[in-house]
């Protein structure tokens, strides 16, 4: 059974960091291109940042760059998401999502994910 599980969200103030973390199990990952996405309340899931299964490819949204770094450890079935000054804007659940290639190409797209982990809350305070 595949299974994705997110930790490292908490609270924290703006201009803090946390790093997200998603274990990995039941994938090869680095046959699997990763994804981290985001969730607001009343807001529409969002993408954050996408890495090909090699590592060689990321990819990020606007609002990420330059501020959050994502990285992946295949030997230990894990995938990261560093994030640095944080904003309030940056509260939401952010979920660890699995393709089954290992191409990230087109990885803002949610449908192209096969895999999704149950989410972990992050809430930045003002």
């Known amino acids: 059974q595949v299974q994705l599980v997110e930790s490292g969200g908490g609270l924290v103030q703006a201009g803090g960091s946390l790093r997200l973390s998603c274990a990995a199990s039941?994938?090869?990952?680095?046959?699997?291109?990763m994804g981290w996405f985001r969730q607001a309340p009343g807001k529409e899931r969002a993408f954050v940042a996408a890495?090909?299964?090699?590592?060689?490819?990321?990819y990020y949204t606007d609002f990420a760059k330059g501020r959050f770094t994502i990285s992946r450890d295949n030997a230990k079935n894990m995938v990261y998401l560093q994030m640095n000054s944080l904003k309030p804007e940056d509260t939401a659940v952010y979920y660890c999502?699995?393709?089954?290639?290992?191409?990230?190409?087109?990885?803002?797209?949610?449908?192209?994910?096969?895999?999704w982990g149950q989410g972990t809350q992050v809430t930045v305070s003002s």
């Open positions: 999502a699995a393709r089954l290639g290992a191409s990230a190409h087109g990885s803002y797209a949610e449908n192209l994910y096969d895999y």
């Open positions: 890495i090909s299964g090699s590592g060689n490819n990321i």
């Open positions: 039941g994938l090869t990952l680095r046959s699997n291109a």
